[in-house]
């Protein structure tokens, strides 16, 4: 049986595997601004908490300019779904079940 995510911990306690709709909870729980969007910085966050390594703010940026549809410099709820394959590779989380 999977346990479900229970805040930022993921990755760091060997949570890696998500559905898609808890991977888009955990995301907003870096909308420091409750604005309904994932800002470049809020992003910056996640890569850093999951272990990103280096040039996170890099990679952060990577990640919104190729998930960000509508170019408004921001993911909302909708767009995090483009992030599925940056997760796997950057976030190294796995999105399961879509």
Known sequence: MKIAYTGREIGRNGVNDLTLEEFKAWLMTFDEDKDGRISSEELRQAVRLTGGGHFTTFKAWR???SADANHDGYLDFDEI??????????????????
């Not at 779904?81 to 079940?97: C, I, M, R, S, T």
């Open 81 to 98: 779904e483009n992030l599925v394959e940056f997760a796997d590779k950057v976030l190294l989380l796995k999105v399961v079940g879509r």
């Open 63 to 65: 990640g919104l300019k």
